[in-house]
């Protein structure tokens, strides 16, 4: 495969709060390579977010990268200077959040607040960034003539696909979605998937797709990493991850969610609940939930290593530790 845009190498984040530190992210270690649809998926609180904003150094105190490396193009972005970061966030990457829809600054055109971002960054006149703008807004299935609108005269569906729309105002090569159509409908949210699915034939960018919903990242990812208390925990293809998970924990998740094609059937669910970040026990974070576990499980903390081909599994079910195997 050619060489990754975005490399993440152990990136650990840390979130220090007043009963000690919380480890939202373990030394993780993702690559996304150009034009690549990589999702990431896990329960609520598993630190999907946290990586996203760390990827684009956007996250904020308490939240620290307390290690590892990430690396744009070969460029090291955690030493990048301010306007360095400030041109590779905009031009480079770009964020679209399921609550983005409501940043829009709700007393200035949507036309405006697209062509504010243009002029920002592009040597172009505003009559250009206003053409584009409109080239833009139609690109994401909304008239051109809703550039006078104020937010409040767009539904939410047209609000996120503004913010979609400003998203690539600059071309960017990687787009980070985090959860962009978990507060829309269903039907809203189909129509958005296709546009998506359409400008990213057109213009090539790769995308981070952080949601709950895994038949839809079936649909639409090239690999899927699945997150428990911080760790990445099983890595793939998304033929692989979905239809032979390794991890118990990935075969929870996948169990307790409808298939698109396959028969009706119950779904059950993974019993217990996560893991405390400020109190994570020795071994494996998710031992207590595990139908399989084994004595290794208590003791060692199970690596992310080869699982078969294109396959990324952290259990000692496995890939036995030494001590297993003895
Ligand atoms: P996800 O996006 O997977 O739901 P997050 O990345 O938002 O998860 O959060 C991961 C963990 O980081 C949470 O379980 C929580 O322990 C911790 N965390 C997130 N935000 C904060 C914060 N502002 N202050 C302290 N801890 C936080
Ligand atoms: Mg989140």
């Known amino acids: 495969m050619n ?3 975005l490399s993440c190498r ?3 984040v840390d979130y220090i709060v007043g009963g000690g530190t919380a480890r939202a992210c373990n030394r993780v270690s993702l690559d996304i390579h150009p034009a690549e649809t990589v999702g990431l998926a896990g329960e609520s609180g598993c630190g999907k977010s946290t990586l996203a904003f760390a990827i684009t150094r956007m996250h904020n105190a308490p939240a620290l990268i307390s290690e590892g490396q990430i690396l744009y193009d070969g460029r090291d972005v955690l030493a990048m200077t301010p306007a360095e970061l400030r041109a590779f966030r905009w031009a ?3 964020m679209v959040f399921q609550s983005a829809m409501n940043a829009l600054n709700p007393v200035i055109t949507i036309g405006e607040q697209i062509c504010d971002v243009i002029l920002a960054h592009r040597p172009v006149t505003r009559d250009e960034a206003w053409s584009r703008g409109e080239e833009l807004l139609s690109m994401v299935g909304i008239a051109r003539a809703r550039m006078s609108a104020y937010p409040h005269q767009l539904s939410g569906g047209m609000r996120q696909r503004v913010v979609i729309a400003i998203s690539l105002a600059l071309r960017p090569r990687l787009i980070v979605m985090d ?3 978990t507060a829309l409908d269903v039907v809203v949210e189909r129509e ?3 546009e998506l699915a359409q400008l990213k034939r057109e213009y090539g960018f790769a995308i981070l797709f952080i949601s ?3 038949a839809l990242m079936g649909e639409i990812c090239d690999r899927i990493g699945i997150m428990y208390a911080g760790n990445l925990v099983e890595l793939g293809t998304a033929a692989e991850v979905l239809e032979n998970p ?3 924990y990935t075969q929870g998740l996948v169990g307790s969610f409808p298939s698109i094609h396959g028969p009706r059937t119950r779904l059950h669910g993974i019993p217990g609940s996560p893991v405390n970040l400020l109190d994570l026990p020795q071994g494996c974070n998710f031992q207590d939930r595990c139908p399989a576990r084994i004595a ?4 060692v903390a199970p690596h992310l290593l080869p699982a078969g081909l294109g396959h990324e599994a952290a259990c000692h079910l496995v890939t036995p530790p030494q001590e297993a195997r003895a």
Not at 296 to 299: E, K, L, N, T, V
């Open 3 to 5: 060489a990754p845009l």
């Open 10 to 12: 152990d990136v650990s």
């Open 92 to 94: 480079e990457t770009a």
């Open 179 to 181: 959860e962009p159509t």
């Open 192 to 194: 958005i998937m296709d």
């Open 212 to 214: 709950h919903d895994l």
């Open 246 to 248: 390794r991890h118990p």
């Open 296 to 299: 290794a499980c208590a003791r």
